[in-house]
């Protein structure tokens, strides 16, 4: 692989996983804050769920970063993603 093409995958790949994790929060403050839902347990409910998505994805490329830095043919705690992805299909 190019050093360039590499760099800028890195690069590329740390901007998505920390453009997930910005999600949870910035969602928080548009539904609750802007839009004015109330904040009721179903609300809070659906919202855990969305941030428990967005917590998964940053994890799988902070894990896919891992994997391209170390060299490494398997994806660091691929165990746990197919866990995570057999418990809600």
């Known amino acids: 692989m190019d050093h360039r093409f590499r760099a800028w995958v890195l690069r590329r790949l740390r901007s998505l996983a920390w453009l997930e994790l910005l999600n949870i929060p910035l969602q928080a403050v548009i539904w609750f804050g802007s839009v004015g839902l109330p904040v009721t347990v179903a609300n809070s409910v659906g919202f855990g769920l969305f941030a428990l998505l967005m917590l998964e994805g940053a994890g799988y490329w902070f894990a896919k970063i891992r ?3 170390t060299h490494d043919k398997s994806l660091p705690g691929a ?3 197919v866990v995570a992805r057999l418990r809600h299909p």
């Open 67 to 69: 994997q391209i830095t």
């Open 79 to 81: 165990e746990a993603f």
